[in-house]
């Protein structure tokens, strides 16, 4: 195996890395220098077993051929166009693979270059839809506690993870928040979705009263709840969310930036689920992380009810100087092929009974208070050190990756969203190598 150098603290230094103790990092890099299929390789040269798909993104292994191929293909014949009043074919190509992959009547797509992006289009999506159809008065945003919908001031201000707000207000005005759907005294260590739960989407009945009839333009929710702690919606829930909105006129957006793309054995959990929204979030798995994309796929009649204007205006003055970037559309279709080609949404459909076998496997060991698991996610909540929350999972964390196993920790919850290629034999040793760590911890 070739080793790289070690950068010095001065070579670290410019870098100010996101969501990253930066002082500690540089202090012991954790630096990687390749990757393929379910592996990393180090800068000293180990191979380390992927159990976080990149960051939920690379679904189909990292280095696929035909991604990887489609690319340099993409980068020698067109590098750049702009979306701006001309576009590529392949734009148009990925647009129709998306929407036919899409549940309902979702047939248009608007091109971002991440999540965060797709999300703050959305919410501005939903607002415009209503100002267009003279209900200038939906303004408020619904979103839930533990939701995590990016980093842009939209998607902070919806979002329920208080440290990502704190240090950043004010934030958006005219928000709200619908609780969590999960009672742990009624469904800890649930398997897929909980059986109770269902009226937690009543609360969003007491907010329409709160606020008043005809003000909120559209509630955001993520169909499982993914970095807040992987919480699977439970039975019912998100079919009464959806009642609700079509009854009072608010559209519903699902983030599906996670979800999408195969993580739980569909190509969007609204079809999982049985729950069509208004619009769809993705990014992530749509080019397998190998260049960055989102979108948000929106549904006919909100589309149509930008078309009333003359058809010589612009109908949504919004966009992003990469949307659509050819590079991207470029790996987007190369990685929808190789999901299709490989049938890989229907191996991780395959594969949820044996990862839920594998990581319920871990209740009664220590410290371990709760799992929660759907599709190929899944979460461990492990019990604080007194007067030190998070350490245990930093300990965790270090354990794994000492034993060439990459886990993600969030304070004390473990989530875990392997690659979709993943064996059984590497969730054995994934749930053995997380085992092993909680047996020397204290």
């Not at 390749?34 to 592996?39: Q, W």
Request: proline residues 6%.
């Amino acid at each position: 195996m070739s080793h790289t150098p070690t950068p010095t603290a001065d070579a670290l230094a410019p870098f100010w890395m996101p969501f990253t103790a930066n002082r500690s990092f540089k202090e012991r890099p954790r630096l990687f220098t390749g990757a393929r299929g379910m592996y990393y390789r180090t800068s000293d040269g180990r191979q380390v077993l992927d159990g976080i798909a990149g960051l939920w993104c690379v679904n189909a292994g990292h280095a696929q051929p035909a991604i990887v191929a489609a690319i340099k293909a993409q980068a020698e014949q067109l590098d750049y166009i702009s979306s701006f009043q001309m576009s590529h074919p392949a734009a148009f190509e990925l647009a129709a693979r998306l929407a036919s992959l899409a549940p309902g009547d979702l047939r248009h797509v608007f091109f971002t270059n991440s999540g965060s992006e797709a999300v703050d289009t959305a919410l501005k999506i939903a607002r415009g839809y209503h100002r267009a159809r003279g209900e200038t008065a939906r303004t408020k945003l619904i979103g839930r506690a533990r939701g995590y919908h990016g980093v842009g001031f939209g998607g902070v201000s919806v979002g329920g993870i208080g440290r990502h707000k704190r240090d950043f207000g004010p934030l958006l005005p005219d928000v709200d928040h619908l609780s969590l759907p999960y009672d742990p005294t009624r469904s800890s260590f649930s398997r897929g979705q909980p059986s109770a739960g269902a009226e937690y989407a009543d609360e969003l009945s007491s907010l329409i009263a709160l606020h008043g009839e005809g003000t909120i333009a559209a509630v955001i929710v993520e169909p499982v709840t993914g970095s807040g702690g992987v919480f699977p919606p439970p039975q019912g829930y998100l079919r009464r969310l959806r009642e609700l909105c079509t009854r009072h006129g608010i559209l519903l957006i699902f983030d599906e930036v996670i979800t999408g793309f195969g993580r739980v054995g569909r190509s969007f959990a609204a079809e999982l689920f049985g729950v069509v929204p208004d619009l769809i979030v993705c990014a992530k798995g749509m080019t397998n992380g190998a260049v960055p994309m989102g979108a948000a796929l929106v549904s006919s009649e909100v589309f149509d009810a930008y078309m009333g204007k003359p058809s010589d205006q612009i109908e949504f003055p919004h966009g992003y100087t990469y949307s659509a970037h050819p590079l991207a559309c470029a790996a987007a279709l190369a990685a929808l092929d190789v999901y299709r080609d490989q049938q890989l949404f229907e191996r991780a459909a395959e594969l949820a009974g044996t990862w839920q076998e594998a990581v319920h496997s871990l209740r009664g060991m220590p410290f371990v208070t709760d799992i929660r698991n759907v599709g190929l996610l899944a979460a461990i909540d492990l019990a604080p050190l007194e007067g030190a929350p998070g350490a245990r999972g930093v300990a965790l964390n270090q354990a794994c990756f000492a034993a060439d196993v990459l886990i993600r920790t969030a304070g004390d919850t473990v989530l875990l969203s392997p690659p979709l290629v993943i064996s059984s034999s590497e969730i054995a040793r994934l749930i053995e190598t997380i085992t092993a760590g909680l047996r020397t911890m204290s």
